[in-house]
């Protein structure tokens, strides 16, 4: 059975001041959908012009409108509703993330867009939770430490979690009392067009909120980024792009906040509770076809338990549902793009040949031209492979045994990246040692993805710079100031 194909193509624009419009050059390019090879729609081609444009609406907004000047309450009010519309809109916009992504309808649904209402709906709340510092060390003086917003902010982010991510940021961005411009993931422009409609009806007040479709090199991107109006750029993507975008922002000395790429060890003990965590794990590796930078996509499991885990792994893997993504029962979709799933692919090849394949790991064409893998298992790779160090964005687990604790921590801390790990054992005091010698912005122990929107999310050494979530984000969203007085 192929994919759904949708009767007729999408027609993208950019937002700016309030107002879809089409690129200043008027061009356009093309926005695929992952599951049928297809053409889904044409995107507005932002260009620098563009930016200037979107970045002025942001910044007249800024000084001259009612945003920054709003309470915490006013604000707070038009984010909520803001949630609240986009949880009245979530079939329409659940399609049409699963049409732009491939993944299933299912993670949309229940996943991706109720999430993106939370954002909403906590940073309305949480905004208000930021409250100013008095200090008084000598008498007749008093110090106040307050927060202001910071101006105009530039806003990146990538196709695996559009409209997820994109939120991420705009909620506390704009809780704040800042404006933005958002360059969405040239691959997934379609949710962020939705949201414009959706903030208009919510009555943000125009220029508050700007999104150019559009490349990063040489196109909308780079343009925000190197922008001398723009204050701060908030990006998740690639490792790679994080350091072109710190290279390009140090000339207007912006402030960053980088969530990067990950490759997430996910460490078995044979004291573990093995039927939750061998469960846990599918979805770990598979939930949105690998393409998670939260992912569990290294496995490690003790050796007394290695042969039962890889062998019920296997089992469970090889029943994955890979489908349509717009039917209820798939688990799997299809990869973001053609070429991603030859990078995909060229990684299994070379697993092949350092290694075993126990499951999966093949194109699957009897889904049409969608860009569909089969789920796959590699075991027997040597410490050093690359697919132990590089992120493989993809339904890819390679699996080691280990001996002692040492060495299952020695085996996480060994690639580049330091985003997140799991862990599972029964015994508390082995998960506080191992969690507290991981080198990773979170560790789930016996869980993975369990999250407390107030905690600091971010990564280690080249997954990332700052931490974003909670006073985290609002922080990073606003400047403080201290203002002293005199008084007798
Ligand atoms: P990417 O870095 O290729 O692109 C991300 C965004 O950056 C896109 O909007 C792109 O157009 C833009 N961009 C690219 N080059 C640019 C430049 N020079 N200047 C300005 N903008 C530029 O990443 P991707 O392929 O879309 O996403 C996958 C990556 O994102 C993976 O590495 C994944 O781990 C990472 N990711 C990290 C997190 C996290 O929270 N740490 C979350 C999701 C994804």
């Keep these: 059975m192929t994919a759904t194909t949708p009767t007729k193509t999408v027609h993208i624009d950019n937002f700016i001041g309030g107002e879809y419009v089409r690129s200043s050059g008027g061009k356009t390019f093309e926005t695929i959908n992952p599951a049928t090879g297809k053409v889904l729609g044409s995107v507005a081609l932002g260009t620098a012009d563009d930016i200037n444009d979107a970045v002025a609406a942001a910044k007249h907004a800024f000084e001259k409108g009612p945003w920054p000047q709003m309470s915490i309450a006013e604000r707070a009010h038009i984010l909520k509703r803001i949630g609240d519309l986009i949880i009245a809109r979530q079939d329409e916009l659940a399609r049409a993330e699963s049409l732009d992504t491939g993944k299933p309808i299912s993670e949309s649904l229940n996943g991706d867009i109720p999430r993106a209402a939370l954002n909403f709906h906590f940073f309305a709340q949480y905004a208000a939770s930021i409250g100013e510092e ?58 962020a067009y939705l949201l414009a409609d959706i903030v208009n009806v919510a009555g943000l007040p125009k220029g508050v909120l700007n999104i150019v479709n559009g490349f990063g090199p040489d196109g909308a991107g780079e343009a925000l980024t190197t922008h001398p109006d723009v204050r701060s750029i908030s ?223 971010g990564g280690q050494k080249s997954s990332g710079i700052g931490r974003e979530g909670g006073r985290y984000s609002l922080e990073f969203f606003s400047e403080a100031k201290t203002i002293s007085y005199k008084y007798s």
């Design 134 to 191: 008095s200090f008084s060390s000598n008498p007749g003086e008093r110090h106040l430490a307050i927060r202001e917003p910071m101006g105009v902010c530039g806003l990146i982010t990538p196709w695996n979690l559009p409209l997820y991510l994109a939120t991420w940021k705009i909620a506390p961005c704009l809780a704040m009392g800042n404006t933005c411009v958002l360059k969405p993931a040239e691959w997934t422009p379609y949710t």
């Design 235 to 457: 990006f998740t993507g690639a490792t790679g792009t994080g350091k072109a975008i710190m290279k390009n922002a140090a000339a207007t000395l912006k402030k960053v906040s980088f969530e990067l790429g990950g490759k997430g060890a996910n460490i078995i003990f044979a004291d573990a509770n093995l039927e939750e965590a061998i469960a846990t794990s599918v979805r770990a590796a598979y939930r949105n076809q690998g393409q998670i930078c939260l992912a569990g996509s290294r496995l490690f499991v003790q050796k007394e338990v290695y042969k039962e885990v890889v062998e019920k792994l296997a089992e469970r893997v090889g029943k994955i549902k890979v489908g349509d993504p717009l039917q209820s029962s798939t688990e799997m979709g299809a990869l973001i793009s053609q070429e991603h799933m030859e990078k995909v692919l060229s990684y299994i090849e070379l697993g092949k040949q350092e290694g075993k394949v126990l499951t999966g790991g093949e194109r699957i064409t009897e889904l049409g031209d969608g860009y569909f893998l089969s789920p796959c298992i590699i075991e027997g790779l040597n410490a050093d492979s690359r697919l132990l160090k590089e992120e493989i964005f993809g339904p890819v687990l390679p699996v080691v045994p280990f001996a002692s604790e040492e060495e299952a921590i020695e085996l996480a801390n060994s690639t580049p990246y330091g985003l997140s790990a799991s862990l599972w054992s029964e015994n508390v005091n082995r998960c506080h040692r191992v969690s507290q010698k991981i080198r990773s912005g979170m560790v789930w122990v016996n869980c993975w993805f369990a999250r407390d929107l107030r905690t600091p999310f």
